[in-house]
């Protein structure tokens, strides 16, 4: 199917711009605007509630974060309105599961991701005890949802394999795009010396903050920056009171996150559970130097790994630190714009694929069978009244 003649939905139940799953789809939306026919993209939003976003209740434990629900009706209507040739759904959550259903009933293509290890999370959050029924209940739903797509598409080649063990059925390996802030905004020279450090991204248990904060505490000749929020926001405020070489920006918008990244040197990324890491990939786009622990996904692709700092099995981040500022200006500025020069690159390839991928999902014959005709009768009753 040609790709320009494609209408695509995507439903996602990440907030808009507070996590990486959210980011990237807002992100790739914003990409494929100018090369299908149209598409869509129903995500809860703080600032500017979606027409589909319904009420919501807090998350325990993250007051930074909130589980919203659909309105079905209003969804209902948009896929009317819309006959989308594919919708994509980014694994188990409330959204993508109204959005699961209603591609089956009505009989459209469905393309599900796959960009969260959903059992080192809840092993992470819950302990083992209760994650074994967490996740064993979590890989049922996702499962569920591999076996009834068409296809499935992952970030990284780990997930690869994990998606065909729970019954994926074509599985595709996609690029992370970027946001066009940081590929279009003009670039600050890197400076001859590490000075200043950033962490971007939520505060939560899974990045390893802690870690970042120790060598804050280590390094007082050095200036740290960490922007974002979540669940451990009081923990980083409290290193903050304690270490005068350390700063808390808060939550940032996207404008504020690149003249952050530009402002320094290096950027980290100490997580112990992460998928791929687009902050990584951005700080790269910003010809930055860049640190990630061997759980960050992108490292899994050569290209990338090539323009990185992976901290290695015996190394502490500030071991790590010092063996990138061992290196003389030119060799760090070199490597720093080939990272630049990968970054941009998986950009592109990421785009052109998706648009393959989906192209090709809509021409897959769905599992599901259309809607009897008295189902079609009330959603054009619907369409009409939210016309």
Known sequence: MDTKTLRVLFVVDAIKG?????AYFQDLVSHLEDRVERVELVQPCLQDPHPCQGASMPIPGDPTQRLFFPRIRELSALVWEMKPHVIVIPGPGIFSMIGYWIAR?????????????????????????????????????????????ETAATICESMITQA?????????????????????????????????VCYVGRLAAEKNIESFLE????????????????????????????????????????????????????????????????????????QRLVIT????????????ARGLWVMQPDETLSDTLDRLARLTSDERQAK??????????????????????????ATLKPRAASLPS?????LRRLSSHHA
Request: one cysteine or more.
């Open 164 to 196: 065909r063990e729970a019954g994926a059925r074509n599985p595709q390996l996609v690029g992370t795009p970027l946001a066009r802030e940081f590929v279009q905004t003009p670039l600050q020279s890197l400076a001859d010396d590490v000075n200043k």
């Open 18 to 22: 507070r996590n990486g799953v959210g």
């Open 293 to 304: 622990t061997p759980a960050c996904g992108i490292n899994e692709w050569p290209a990338l």
């Open 215 to 286: 060598l804050a505490a280590a390094r007082p000749d050095l200036e740290f920056h960490v922007a974002g929020d979540g669940p451990l926001r009081a923990k980083v405020d409290q290193a903050c009171d304690r270490l005068s070489n350390l700063h808390c920006h808060g939550w940032c918008t996207r404008e504020q996150v690149v003249a952050l990244v530009d402002q320094c040197e290096v950027l980290v990324l100490p997580s112990s559970v992460e998928a791929f890491g687009t902050v990584a990939l951005e700080a790269m786009a910003r």
């Open 105 to 149: 009933k009505w009989g459209i293509p469905v393309c599900v991701t796959f960009q969260t290890d959903y059992n080192r999370l809840v092993e992470l959050y819950w302990g083992k005890r209760l994650a074994k029924l967490a996740g064993g209940f979590l890989n049922w739903i996702n499962r569920t949802l591999f076996q009834g797509s």
């Open 374 to 378: 008295p189902t079609l009768a009330l």
């Open 336 to 361: 720093a714009a080939s990272a630049r020069e990968a970054a941009l690159a998986m950009n592109n390839h990421a785009i052109e694929h998706w648009g393959s991928v989906l192209a090709h999902c």
